[in-house]
């Protein structure tokens, strides 16, 4: 009986030395690969990378505050746009937490037409009277809004901005604005 047993310690004292020189070799070849390759490299970029903020890129269109604490947003151009005849945007919201007052345009050149069959989706659209350039960082119109809930936060999104240029229905990309 005691054959059985020294043969069953010799076979489990075999299997661990197998495994831990299996583990060792794993480990060993794993730490060349990963700081002998340019691997190592892309992954210290990639961690030093994690804590810095996202780069923002501009939006053909967007929306932002007037000034701080106020109802009043600006509706801007991010990029230049050539002989626009008209603009159209739908402002898409939560009706029960705020209402859209009024939308109107310091530019005397545009005619505003505001349509809406359902609260808290609007269709806006700016014919301009005759074909107008606009450039970056321009306000394009000014948006009062009305909260009705002063205690949460409200977004706006926009769908389906596009200009009108030479007959031809351009789109522009857009984003949401939270406040």
């Known amino acids: 009986m005691s054959d059985v047993f020294k043969d069953y310690k010799k076979q489990k004292v075999r299997r661990n030395i197998t495994i831990i020189s299996l583990s060792l070799m794993f480990a060993l070849s794993l730490n060349f ?25 501009s939006k053909d269109i967007f929306i932002e505050a007037a000034w701080t604490g106020s109802d009043i947003l600006d509706l801007k151009i991010g990029s230049d746009i050539s002989k626009a005849s008209e603009l159209t945007a739908s402002f898409l919201f939560d009706p029960e937490a705020m209402k859209l007052a009024d939308l109107y345009s310091e ?12 609260p808290g989706i609007y269709f806006v659209s700016f014919k301009y009277k005759t074909p107008t350039d606009i450039k970056s960082g321009t306000t394009l119109w000014k948006i009062q809004v009305n909260k009705l809930k002063n205690d949460t936060k409200i977004v706006i999104n926009m769908a389906q901005t596009n200009f009108l240029s030479n007959s031809k229905m351009y789109e522009l990309t857009n984003s949401s604005f939270e406040f």
């Not at 530019?107 to 359902?118: A, D, F, L, P, S």
């Open 33 to 57: 690969f990963l700081f002998s390759s340019s691997v190592w490299q892309k992954i210290q970029t990639s961690v030093k990378n994690y804590g810095e903020q996202p780069k923002v890129v």
């Open 107 to 118: 530019n005397k050149n545009v005619e505003i037409t505001k349509v809406t069959n359902v």
